[in-house]
DNA sequence: GCGCTACGCTGCCATTTCGGCAGCACTCGG
DNA sequence: CCGAGTGCTGCCGAAATGGCAGCGTAGCGC
C-alpha cells in the first residue's frame, strides 16, 4: 500500500549509503538515488548530506525519517489488528530483555505462542541498558522485559515482579543452607562475578558499589552460560537474579539465598512497552504470556525453596 | 511522497462513494475502483461493503482508515515541521471553535500570523458540541477552543480561562448599574435568549434549566449576530459570556454583569487539544497567541468594567 | 413496465513512472 | 597512479497508472 520510497529512504538511512541501501533492497542503486532525489524536491529541502563515504541523513531527514518508521510500524500494527478481526492472531512481536529471560523464559512463550498463532513471528535480542530508552521509543521493538529503571522515560511499565538478587551456590556449599546473606557473608569464598555494568541494573552495581565488602571474585565473566558452568561446578557463589537459573534451582543442582542488603532484595523486573504507542494483538498476547509466567515463578524469583512471600503488584 | 491511494481510499470513505470520490479527486473513477481492489486484494480482506447506493467502510476498512489519516495528518505535521527548521512556519492550522470566538477573537489572531507568517493557512470551524470529541480525537483539527466539558475524554487542556456568564444589555437598561444579578431579578425584564444547546454549553444549560427562574424570553435566537442588534436596540437582556461581545463592551455600548449563580459564574473556556498528538508548529503559535489574547482579556472576560480579578491559571 | 440515473466494475489503450545497465565525475587510501 | 568506493545521469524496456467507453444491476418516478 505505501509507496516504495518510504521503504527506500529507510534502508538508505539505515545503511548510510545509497549503493548499500540498493543491494540490501536487491534493486538498483540508480533507482534508490532516483526516488531519494525526486523524494528531496518533494519536500524541498536536502534529506542527506552527502559525502564522500556515503549519506547522512540531516535535520530534516532525521524528521521525515522518524515520520517514515512510525508509519511502517503502524503498519503492521493495522495489518495485525485487522487480520486478528478474522480470529488469527497474526503479525511480528518484537521484544528486547534480558541475557536470561531471553535463554529461558522467551523460549517457552515463544513455544506456546507458535502452536496456537502459527502466523506470529517473532524477534528477539539483547539489547546493551544504555539502549533501552531508544528502542523502545524508537518503535523497533513492541515491549521490553527488562529491570527498572526509573530514569527512563517515555516508557510506561505494564506489570513488574519483585525479584530478589541472592547468592547462587551448590546445595553442598558451606553457605546453601542460610536463610539470607550479607554481601560481607559471602565475601570469605570464592565469588563468580558478572563484569559488566550490563546485567547487572544500574541500582545493583551501585548497591554493590556502596555495601563496602570487597569481594574478590575469582572468576569475572559476563557470560551467564559461564557463570551457570562454573557455579555449578563449586568455584564459587554467583550474585544474580534467580531467573536465569529457574530450571537448575526447581532440581536442586544450585541453590538461591537471597541477600539481606535491602537494594538488591527489591530489585525489580518490568514488562516495559513505549508511552504512546498502540500495541498490536499478537504483542498484547505474548505480554499476557510473560505476565503469566512471571507470576507462575513469583515465589521462585523471591524465595526460591521457601515458603511464598508475594505476588504481582501494580 | 505517499502512495496516491491513500488519499482514494479516504476520499471514497468520506463520499461512500467510488464516483463521488473520483469527482472530488478529479480523476476517472476506474482508476479510483482499481487502487481500491488492488488495496483490498493486498490487505486479504474487503475494505467496503458495496451496495446499490455506494460503499461503506467495514471493520478492517475503518482500522485501516484510521492508519490512513493518521498517516496523512502526520505527515502534514512532520512537513510543517522540516519547513520550521527553516525558519519559516508553514503549514495549515486547523481550529475547531466556538461561534462567538470564531467572530471576534480569531481572526485578530489569523490576521496576527498572516503578517508574520505568510505562508501558513487556516480552517476554522464552528462545531457541534456533540461532535467535538469526535473532530478532536479524529485529528482532523489541531486544536479547540471551546467550553470546558469534564465530560469529553481523550483530550488535554492546555489552558483554561475563567469566565463569567452574566447579562448583557445596553448602558441605559434599569439594571444595568447592578454588580451582580440573579436569575430572579432578570426575569422582570424582557430577555433575549439563545436557543440552543449549542451556543450554551451542558454545564450553564443544567444550571438555567434549575434555576428556577421562569424566565419567560420575549426573542430566541440561535444566532450571535442577531442577538447583539436585538440587545443593542434595547429589545432585552441577554445571557452569555462577554466574549463575543468584547468590543462593544469596550465601546461602553453594551454592559455586562455577572450573573450571581456559582455554577454560571465558574464558567470556563479552554483551549483543547487532542491526547497522544504532536503538535505542528504552526499550531503551537496559534495556540500561544490565542493563550496571549485570553490573557489580556482576562479582566474582561470575568468583570467587564470593573477593578481586575485574576489570571490564568493551569 | 419503461426509461432514467447512479452504482461498481472491466477491457483496451496512451502515458507516465519505475527499474536495470552502463558509464561519468569524484575522492580517498595504498 | 590506480583501484575501489561514493553519488549521479542517459538510455531503454517493463510495469503501473489513468482515461474512455461500456457492461450489468438496482432503485425511482411516471
Known amino acids: 500500500m505505501h509507496a516504495a520510497v518510504l521503504r527506500y529512504f529507510d534502508h538508505v538511512a539505515r545503511q548510510g549509503s ?23 524536491d518533494e519536500i524541498g529541502v536536502p534529506l542527506f548530506e552527502r559525502s564522500r563515504s556515503g549519506v547522512r541523513p540531516t535535520a530534516a ?50 513455544a506456546e505462542m507458535a502452536t496456537r498463532h502459527p502466523r506470529v513471528s517473532f524477534t528477539v535480542l539483547t539489547i546493551h541498558p ?14 521490553g522485559v527488562l529491570f527498572i529503571d526509573n530514569r527512563v522515560s517515555g516508557v510506561e511499565i505494564v506489570a513488574e515482579f ?47 558499589a556502596e555495601s563496602g565488602a570487597r569481594l574478590t571474585p575469582r ?14 561446578r563449586g568455584l564459587g557463589i554467583g550474585f544474580v537474579s534467580p531467573i536465569g537459573f529457574l530450571d537448575e534451582i526447581r532440581r536442586g543442582e544450585l541453590v538461591h539465598v537471597p541477600l539481606a542488603e535491602p537494594g538488591l ?11 504512546q504507542r498502540r500495541l498490536s494483538p499478537p504483542a498484547r498476547l505474548a505480554i499476557n504470556h510473560v505476565q503469566k509466567h512471571f507470576n507462575e515463578f513469583g515465589r ?13 503488584r501494580r
Chains 1, 2 share one sequence.
Open 162 to 208: 519483585p525479584t530478589t538478587v541472592g547468592a547462587l551456590m551448590r546445595p553442598d556449599h558451606p553457605l546453601a543452607g542460610a536463610r539470607t546473606l550479607t554481601l560481607t557473608e559471602c565475601a570469605r569464598h570464592p565469588v563468580v562475578m558478572l563484569n559488566d555494568r550490563w546485567l547487572l541494573d544500574p541500582i545493583m552495581a551501585a548497591e554493590f
Open 18 to 40: 545509497i549503493r548499500k541501501a540498493a543491494e540490501s533492497l536487491s534493486i538498483a542503486s540508480s533507482a534508490v538515488n532516483r526516488q531519494i532525489l525526486r523524494l528531496e
Open 130 to 143: 544504555s539502549e533501552v530508552a531508544d528502542a523502545l521509543r524508537s518503535g523497533d521493538s513492541d515491549f
Open 300 to 312: 521462585l524469583l523471591t524465595a526460591p525453596d521457601r515458603g511464598p512471600k508475594r505476588r504481582r
Open 219 to 232: 572468576i569475572v565473566s559476563n557470560s551467564i552460560e559461564f557463570m551457570r558452568q562454573t557455579i555449578s
Open 265 to 275: 532484595a527489591s530489585s525489580r523486573i518490568g514488562i516495559l512497552v513505549p508511552r
Open 61 to 110: 531527514g532525521e524528521l521525515l525519517l522518524r515520520h517514515v518508521r512510525e508509519t511502517q510500524n503502524e503498519f503492521q500494527r493495522a495489518r495485525a489488528e485487522i487480520a486478528s478481526l478474522g480470529g488469527t492472531v497474526s503479525g511480528t512481536v518484537r521484544i528486547i530483555s534480558l541475557e536470561s529471560v531471553v535463554a529461558r523464559v522467551l523460549p517457552q512463550i515463544v
